[in-house]
């Protein structure tokens, strides 16, 4: 009893310090060698994966080396009861555990996407009411169920259509597809690819493939499979070699990107989209967070969503591209908040004020119909950066016709557009009395870049060509090609890329036909022909084979 009593007093002397304990000498067979103490980088040994350089990784194993760290302190000074043999044991057996711990790393923005919003300051209260107001029309108006519930999410990579963003055949989808004329904008023209650590060999073969990628010339991609070259004056060449192959090979790589180049896409994207909406201020992003920023009053209607934001506002573009690649995989969830995220991220940039100016006589009008479609103040918003409720040239004077309902406006300014667009808008409504109604002006017509967002009947597609020298050259436009996304459905044995022809060089050569005098009545061309035509008069446009669908 008495030795007992004395054990219990020598290990209550006993010291606890933070200090490591020191590693007791362990026997060793004769002639094996001694073990390395190892250093302070590397406490923990990880055998059952490769070294991944992240910082996730790099993280994890400095907390690992923590825990074991605090584990063997915590053996020193706890379990009072348990013999010096019985502590170091299990010692030992914690170091074993960590040991076999396997650290996986994770993807840029996965670990904000499983965890909560806490960067920014939250919304107040006055402008968590204006944004529901602007948006949906009062602050005490839900919004529309379909955008609380839609992400930015594009379609499986490396397949066919991996370039295009998955819409849904509501009000939402407009909004997509004129983010996609970004996206497409970030793939076709402003991506720099990078690679990883590679021998100088392969960053110079690497680089010289993308460059070429970029480089596309318009003779190549207009002839698809055939091998004469037909130029800008419609004479045809003979091709010493076959480049409409190549060309051919390498633009179904570039429209086939791979998940990080997605992401990339969607990061330049957004970053672009917001810059050029701030012009020059602030750019804003906010996402909801886990907790109601302030508290709610009988005039604002809770959804889950606009009480909770969390508002990150960026002096630079370099800041605001930290934010949206770290919550890349929030905004990009299926079923998630990052379509309503960004809709309330591109009212803020443009912030209240200048919305109001933008919207001139329809500034009381909500960006989202009542039926949740968008306006085409929200479209402008998108395309131009400005929410122009109209799509002329410059400043129109309204006129007595021009506004049936009532003479009040008669005589007032509409500005229109001011300049020239990355990205164009090409309509096509019915008929054409109904299309004219829109007054639709050269400059959203005539781009600086090959991207045009379409409307044909009310809905929604995009046309693009990866090569830049078409906006650059009149006699380009004899006869290219144009890539046509919609995420529309398509006939069984057709799903492929939706490849146009059009052909400019027979305008005002096409033999007119009286209808009268033929047996059977010809179909009306396609509305997206017919849209196609209003930039393009007179030309002819062929499908490649496939049936028309728009």
């Keep these: 009893m008495s030795k007992q009593m004395n054990r219990r007093r020598k290990v209550s002397k006993k010291v606890i310090s933070n200090e490591p304990p020191k590693r007791t000498e362990?026997?060793?067979?004769?002639?094996?060698?001694?073990?390395?103490?190892?250093?302070?980088?590397?406490?923990?040994?990880?055998?059952?994966?490769?070294?991944?350089?992240?910082?996730?990784?790099?993280?994890?194993?400095?907390?690992?080396?923590?825990?074991?760290?605090?584990?063997?302190?915590?053996?020193?000074?706890?379990?009072?009861?348990?013999?010096?043999?019985?502590?170091?044991?299990?010692?030992?057996?914690?170091?074993?555990?960590?040991?076999?711990?396997?650290?996986?790393?994770?993807?840029?923005?996965?670990?904000?996407?499983?965890?909560?919003?806490?960067?920014?300051?939250?919304?107040?209260?006055?402008?968590?009411?204006?944004?529901?107001?602007?948006?949906w029309g009062s602050s005490n108006m839900p919004p529309k169920p379909e955008w609380l519930k839609q992400g930015i999410v594009f379609r499986p990579c490396d397949q066919l259509f991996a370039y295009g963003l998955k819409t849904h055949k509501n009000g939402t989808k407009n909004f997509l597809i004129s983010l996609q004329a970004y996206f497409l904008k970030q793939l076709l023209f402003d991506m720099k690819k990078t690679g990883g650590a590679k021998s100088k060999d392969e960053s110079s073969t690497k680089r010289q493939k993308n460059k070429n990628t970029r480089n596309l010339h318009i003779g190549q991609l207009s002839t698809l499979d055939q091998d004469p070259l037909i130029t800008s004056t419609g004479s045809i060449q003979k091709s010493k070699h076959k480049p409409a192959k190549t060309s051919l090979s390498t633009m179904a790589q570039l429209l086939k990107p791979g998940e990080k180049i997605q992401q990339e896409m969607l990061v330049g994207g957004l970053v672009e989209l917001l810059s050029k909406i701030a012009d020059g201020k602030e750019t804003v992003l906010c996402l909801p967070g886990p907790d109601n920023c302030f508290q709610p009053t009988a005039h604002f209607g809770i959804d889950g969503i606009t009480e909770k934001l969390r508002?990150?506002?960026?002096?630079?573009?370099?800041?605001?591209?930290?934010?949206?690649?770290?919550?890349?995989?929030?905004?990009?969830?299926?079923?998630?908040?990052?379509?309503?995220?960004?809709?309330?991220?591109?009212?803020?940039?443009?912030?209240?004020?200048?919305?109001?100016?933008?919207?001139?006589?329809?500034?009381?009008?909500?960006?989202?119909?009542?039926?949740?479609?968008?306006?085409?103040?929200?479209?402008?918003?998108?395309?131009?950066?400005?929410?122009?409720?109209?799509?002329?040239?410059?400043?129109?004077?309204?006129?007595?016709?021009?506004?049936?309902?009532?003479?009040?406006?008669?005589?007032?300014?509409?500005r229109g557009m001011e300049t020239r667009n990355d990205i164009g808008f090409l309509i096509w409504d019915q008929d054409e009395e109904t299309t004219n109604r829109f007054h639709l002006g050269s400059r959203l017509k005539t781009p600086t870049l090959p991207i045009w967002i379409t409307r044909c009947n009310g809905q929604f597609g995009v046309l693009f060509n990866p090569n830049r020298e078409l906006m650059r050259s009149y006699h380009a436009e004899n006869r290219f090609q144009l890539y046509y996304y919609s995420d529309a459905e398509m006939k069984k044995g057709e799903y492929k890329e939706t490849l146009l022809t059009i052909d400019t060089r027979n305008v005002g050569n096409q033999v007119v036909v009286d209808p009268s005098e033929t047996e059977f009545e010809e179909a009306p061309p396609p509305p997206l022909e017919k849209a196609i035509q209003t930039k393009w008069e007179g030309s002819t446009i062929d499908w490649g084979g496939i049936t028309p669908y728009i």
């Design 311 to 414: 508002v990150m506002r960026c002096s630079k573009d370099e800041e605001l591209r930290t934010y949206v690649k770290k919550y890349s995989a929030t905004l990009m969830q299926e079923n998630g908040i990052g379509l309503i995220s960004v809709l309330y991220s591109v009212i803020l940039t443009r912030n209240f004020n200048r919305l109001a100016y933008d919207l001139q006589d329809q500034a009381t009008n909500s960006l989202i119909d009542p039926i949740g479609d968008c306006t085409t103040g929200l479209l402008n918003l998108i395309i131009t950066g400005r929410a122009n409720p109209y799509l002329h040239n410059g400043i129109m004077v309204v006129e007595d016709e021009d506004n049936e309902e009532s003479e009040e406006f008669s005589g007032e300014e509409r």
């Design 26 to 135: 362990e026997k060793r067979p004769s002639g094996s060698k001694p073990s390395q103490p190892p250093t302070s980088a590397k406490k923990i040994h990880v055998s059952t994966i490769s070294v991944v350089k992240s910082a996730s990784v790099e993280n994890s194993s400095e907390k690992l080396v923590s825990e074991a760290n605090s584990s063997e302190d915590e053996t020193d000074g706890s379990d009072l009861h348990l013999s010096s043999a019985d502590k170091e044991q299990r010692a030992k057996d914690n170091r074993k555990l960590l040991r076999d711990r396997v650290i996986y790393a994770r993807k840029v923005g996965e670990e904000a996407a499983t965890g909560q919003v806490l960067d920014g300051e939250p919304i107040d209260y006055e402008s968590a009411c204006k944004i529901k107001e602007l948006a």
